[in-house]
């Protein structure tokens, strides 16, 4: 447990500060969002041993803290990074590799007792709503307020309501670049004020 929540801070450290020194690491311990990774992680710890009471308080207290709602029995991989924890809303049943990035007022649920699986290095815009039995792959990015029913192959990028994909195939530099570049190609860093228009 101890090395997952390690690997969860030092990531979004990486995310937020593109780096994971100490400094960085000190400053997303007190962001938004890191207390519901925190507690999520307790709860999963607790879930593995059978404590179910506790198990229960770290379920409420991701609510009250972190002002989103994890199923007791939602994983996740190594990595796991609430960018944001307002609204994010995640099934029990859903599955997650490494490295998933999820915004704001995230939707991850199940449809008639079937939930998404995700693949590894996995970001997912603000307000994107992921439902049903779908798979969405690897290296793969949902941008804000989509829709996504249908399954989204690796090294995809998904927009749109229902989501459709943009592009497809590898893409060069880190997740994290790849992430933060505009949804049609142009670079982040390089828009007025970061801003993609």
Not at 66 to 95: D, M, T, W
Not at 128 to 144: E, Y
Not at 152 to 170: E, K, L, N, Q, Y
């Amino acid at each position: 447990m101890w090395a997952l929540i390690a690997s969860d801070v030092r990531a979004k450290a990486r995310w937020s500060y593109e780096r994971d020194d100490w400094r960085s690491v000190v400053k997303v311990l007190l962001s938004d969002g890191t207390a519901a990774m925190l507690l999520y992680r307790f709860m999963q710890g607790c879930r593995r041993r059978r404590l179910v009471p506790l198990e229960l308080c770290f379920n409420k207290l991701i609510s009250l803290c972190g002002g989103c709602v994890i199923g007791r029995g939602a994983e996740f991989g190594p990595g796991f990074v609430l960018i944001h924890s307002i609204g994010v809303v995640i099934n029990g049943s859903v599955r997650g590799g490494a490295n998933v990035h999820l915004e704001h007022q995230v939707t991850i649920g199940a449809e008639g007792r079937r939930s998404p699986r995700l693949g590894d290095d996995v970001f997912v815009g603000a307000g994107a709503k992921i439902i049903g039995g779908i798979t969405v792959g690897s290296r793969t990015r949902v941008g804000a307020n989509a829709v996504v029913l249908a399954d989204v192959p690796s090294d995809a990028t998904a927009v749109g309501v229902p989501a459709r994909i943009i592009r497809r195939g590898p893409r060069r530099g880190s997740q994290l670049t790849a992430a933060r570049t505009c949804l049609d190609g142009r670079d982040l860093a390089a828009q007025p004020e970061g801003i993609c228009q």
